[in-house]
C-alpha cells in the first residue's frame, strides 16, 4: 500500500514595500533644521539676557558701596572738624582744631599739620591732602616747618602754597570724579555749622551724584 503525502502549508516571507516605510523628504529635513535653530537661537538670547541682568545687578550693587564708602569718608573727616575755612569748586580747605599732640602748643590758629584741603583735581581724582613729616624729623624740625596761619589767610592759595612745600601731600579717595560743590549754611564759611556737599562720579559715561550732609559738632572759627 503506497504512503500517503502529507503537504504542510509554507508561510510566505513578508513582503516589505506593504508596510508604506519612507525616508524624510529634503522638505522635512529643512523644517527641522529650521525649528531646531530658532530653538537654539532663543536659548541664546535668553541666556544672554539672564548674565547682562546679573552683571547690572553686581554693577549696580559695587557702584552703591562705593558712593556709601565715600559718603562715609567725607562724612567723617567733615563732622569732626573745627569749622570750614573755605569752599569752592572742586575744593573745601577746613581745620581739624588745635592738634592734641604734637610739637606745637594749642593756640587757637591753624597750623600746617591741622589744615586738610579735600579737593577734584584735573585728571578726576578726588584727593584729600594732610600733612606728613619725614620719619627722621625731630621736633624741633616739625616746628619749623608748621607753619602757623593768620585767620584772614586765603586758605585755598595757603594750601596751594603748602603743596610745593613737599610735606602737604594727597591720598586719592575716589577717581573718575568730574565736579564737587559746597552749599554752606553761614558765610563767611569759617561761621558754618552745616554743610551739604555733591559729588558727581563718571559711572561707565552715566553722571551719579553723591549728596552729603555734614553738621560740624563743635565748630569754631580760629583765631
Not at 577734584?120 to 602757623?148: E, R
Amino acid at each position: 500500500m503506497r504512503a500517503r503525502r502529507v503537504h504542510f502549508p509554507v508561510a510566505s516571507p513578508p513582503d516589505y514595500r506593504k508596510r508604506g516605510c519612507r525616508a524624510l523628504t529634503l522638505v522635512e529635513l529643512m523644517i527641522g533644521l529650521s525649528v531646531t535653530a530658532v530653538t537654539a537661537a532663543i536659548l541664546a538670547v535668553l541666556i544672554n539676557a539672564t548674565a547682562a541682568g546679573t552683571n547690572a545687578n553686581q554693577d549696580g550693587r559695587r557702584l552703591l558701596v562705593r558712593m556709601e564708602a565715600l559718603k562715609s569718608s567725607i562724612a567723617d573727616e567733615l563732622t569732626n572738624a573745627r569749622c570750614i575755612l573755605a569752599a569752592g569748586s572742586n575744593y573745601i580747605v577746613y581745620w581739624t582744631g588745635d592738634a592734641s599732640t604734637g610739637p606745637v602748643l594749642p593756640n587757637n590758629a591753624v597750623n600746617l599739620y591741622e589744615m586738610r584741603l579735600l579737593e577734584v583735581d584735573s585728571s578726576g581724582n578726588l584727593k584729600l591732602y594732610t600733612t606728613n613729616w619725614p620719619a627722621n624729623f625731630s621736633d624741633v624740625s616739625k616746628i619749623s616747618a608748621n607753619t602757623t596761619y593768620a585767620a584772614t589767610s586765603n586758605w585755598y592759595s595757603a594750601c596751594t602754597t603748602a603743596k610745593s612745600g613737599g610735606y602737604f601731600t594727597p591720598a586719592v579717595l575716589e577717581t573718575n570724579v568730574t565736579s564737587m560743590s559746597t552749599t554752606l549754611d553761614a558765610s563767611p564759611a569759617t561761621k558754618a555749622e552745616l554743610a551739604t556737599i555733591t559729588i558727581t562720579l563718571n559711572d561707565n559715561g552715566s553722571p551719579r551724584n553723591v549728596l552729603i550732609g555734614v553738621s560740624l559738632t563743635n565748630s569754631s572759627a580760629p583765631w
